[in-house]
């Protein structure tokens, strides 16, 4: 009889007892259970393997992302023929948000020519790619995407889909999430239910045909919930990794992996529900009230007696919950938090402040995020009408050149808002009153392209017309690589596509304020470019739009910049910090673009959809620009005719140039 030495037979059963819940081979594998010996599956970010087996790529903390990969590539296409083979995969899935019916933001299985995504970023990106990389054709990544978040910057169909990703995050095809049962009746599927749902992602590499199919058991459904017709053979390299991404935002959801199996030129072996591991449940949260009910068995008079001064103090200093607070969703911070993060409001955290009081710089204690906290005065004229606008409907705005509103906080009288930190600060401070670093023509170029693309998406991109109201170079933040984001939403008005503004208090800064405004006191995008435009020739000429020091011919910049361009003087405006150092043709260009949106008439004025697409050379500026014509008169006054010029339009001129009134209808 055939002896087998001790050593041997333990190797052996080590590597049967492995083998029973992972099944590795060259061209696929299957996983029931993740957390055995030589998984060969490589974690990064916060993902991480349990103690029953599965895999946790996010946990409830937000702004994070988790990855989990095969450690090995596959061989994906063919060597002579450079043709992509057919793969089906099958997985197990769960997302457990934080907060019922509010998900964020998703997971994606992923095919990528690295395992290695930490350049990637979490929200809205999946932890797939970043700002910079959306859309290149080098990225080589396949996706398909499980999105409980609609991003309206990558044209997401809802909060609740599944799509096919080529090289991007916005989807080549997507749909609602759903299944098909025995009689091949659609029923909807909620991807944040919290319960598991079975997936399989399939691709025919002769009909050049991906399916994608959900259940929510462990028998496949007959009809995919979408198919998809494309040859992956360009966009995949020969050797690739396979494996999942997620990610969260300023709402998290727990994603996990229960089970997963992969196989190349073949079908995805089957997976049992039964056999794999169980989801876990809530986490139990230890009160204080175990410990209370133990010692009042013991000392109840004193226990009593706390008890009473703490609901006296806690009556006493809480807010009371109004409707509109319910709506605006749960990114609540306490206001001992924000205190805590300012230093107390510290002058020493101090970065600025308007009309609409003060803004500090903080670090979350927990995160050690940098934030920006504004702290709306008791005197400010912005009330709770503007600060319940900018929290509920505002902060619901997505887009990589707007100001991240991340959260917001109301104790009795002081309304805080949150946002990310702009460690640049505002433009103005390098436009004006001798700035210590002057701005490069392509710094200001890329600036100016900027605020229009984020105006573009006020305008056009969100699904209500957003006009801002407050376009100005103090509202334009710059972030650590000088990417221009519009900020300051406190001021500004939704109203659906298609319809017609209503009248509203006229309110913004003198210089900026378009001309049919307190006539009419209806703010539209069209006064939103009647802001920009002045924007554009004071980022060009280094100089605001009124300056009430300066001699009658120069007072008002938009007259000055058109009377020197008849004169053929165009280029005696431009900033002289520039030293000259500018494109010619870009500088021209933008100074006319600055004249067509200062026209009087707003018909005259081009939409946001033409100043981009002059700006990005698409189309060619006129040749010679129509005259802004004059301010009802001009605006060759001092600061005491300023003032009586504001208040004959029933408005208040301030002395930093801001204008404050009620319009006719009012």
């Not at 198919?227 to 998290?252: C, E, Q, R, W």
């Not at 890329?446 to 801002?468: C, D, N």
């Not at 006539?519 to 002045?534: H, I, L, P, W």
Request: aromatic share 10%.
């Amino acid at each position: 009889m055939l002896q087998i030495p001790l050593e041997m037979a333990t190797l052996c059963l080590l590597l049967f007892c492995s083998l029973i819940s992972t099944s590795i081979q060259l061209d696929g594998f299957i996983y029931t259970r993740f957390n055995q010996p030589n998984n060969n599956i490589t974690l990064s970010g916060v993902a991480e393997i349990s103690q029953n087996g599965l895999i946790q790529l996010t946990n409830e903390t937000s702004r994070f992302m988790g990855h989990a990969f095969y450690s090995s590539p596959f061989q994906f296409k063919n060597s002579t023929t450079a043709t992509a083979f057919s793969f089906s995969t099958c997985f197990a899935l769960a997302i457990v948000p934080e907060y019922p019916k509010l998900g964020g933001h998703g997971l994606a299985f992923t095919i990528s020519q690295s395992n290695d995504l930490s350049t990637a970023l979490p929200s809205q990106y999946l932890g797939l790619l970043n700002a910079t990389d959306v859309g290149n054709f080098s990225n080589h990544i396949f996706a398909v995407e499980f999105d409980t978040v609609q991003d309206f910057e990558f044209g997401d169909i809802n909060d609740n889909h599944v799509g096919v990703n080529i090289n991007s995050l916005r989807s080549n095809m997507s749909a609602a999430a759903a299944y098909f049962d025995d009689d091949l009746v659609k029923q909807d599927l909620n991807l944040k239910c919290g319960k598991v749902i079975l997936a399989w992602v399939e691709y025919d590499s002769v009909k050049n045909l991906v399916n994608v199919t959900l259940s929510r058991s462990s028998l496949k459904p007959k009809l995919p919930l979408l198919s998809y017709h494309i040859d992956l053979s360009p966009f995949l390299k020969k050797n690739m990794y396979v494996g999942f991404s997620a990610s969260t935002g300023l709402l998290a959801s727990s994603h996990y992996i229960f089970g997963w199996s992969f196989k190349l030129n073949g079908e995805a072996k089957f997976l049992d529900l039964d056999s794999l591991p169980l989801l876990p449940g809530p986490k139990k949260k230890h009160t204080g009230l175990i410990l209370a009910i133990s010692i009042i068995a013991v000392i109840f008079a004193l226990i009593s007696i706390l008890v009473g001064i703490y609901l006296i103090k806690k009556f006493k200093n809480a807010d009371v919950i109004e409707s509109w607070e319910l709506e605006v969703g749960p990114h609540r911070y306490s206001y001992q938090e924000l205190k805590q993060a300012t230093r107390g409001f510290k002058d020493s955290e101090l970065l600025g402040f308007g009309g609409f009081g003060k803004v500090y710089k903080g670090v979350l204690q927990n995160s050690k995020m940098e934030i920006a906290v504004k702290r709306i005065s008791h005197e400010s004229k912005q009330g709770l009408r503007e600060f319940a606008s900018e929290i509920s409907s505002i902060g619901r705005l997505r887009h990589r050149n707007l100001v991240q509103l991340v959260g917001w906080c109301r104790r009795r009288g002081d309304l805080l808002l949150v946002y990310d930190f702009m460690p640049n600060g505002s433009l103005d401070n390098f436009l004006f009153d001798k700035p210590k670093v002057v701005l490069s023509w392509e710094q200001r170029f890329k600036i100016i392209k900027g605020v229009a693309s984020g105006l573009l998406y006020l305008h056009e991109g969100y699904e209500q017309v957003v006009v801002h109201r407050d376009v100005k170079a103090s509202n334009v933040l710059l972030d650590g690589e000088l990417n221009a984001k519009l900020g300051d939403f406190g001021l500004a008005r939704l109203y659906e596509h298609g319809s017609n503004p209503c009248t509203t208090r006229v309110v913004g800064t003198l210089g900026y304020l378009a001309p049919e405004l307190p006539r009419t006191g209806r703010a539209t995008e069209k006064s939103d470019v009647f802001a920009f435009g002045a924007l554009l020739l004071e980022v060009v000429c280094g100089r605001r739009p009124i300056e009430s020091k300066a001699d009658p011919e120069e007072l008002v910049l938009v007259d000055m910049v058109w009377n020197k361009m008849r004169e053929g003087k165009t280029l005696d405006v431009i900033d002289k910090r520039l030293k000259g150092e500018f494109n010619e043709r870009e500088v021209v260009m933008v100074m006319n673009l600055g004249l067509m949106c200062s026209n009087n008439e707003a018909l005259a004025r081009p939409s946001m959809r033409q100043v981009m697409s002059y700006l990005e050379g698409e189309i060619e500026m006129p040749d010679a620009p129509m005259a802004p014509g004059v301010y009802n008169g001009g605006f060759g006054f001092d600061e005491n005719e300023l003032h009586s010029l504001a208040s004959s339009r029933g408005h208040t001129y301030l002395a930093n140039g801001d204008v404050d009134g009620i319009s006719p209808d009012e």
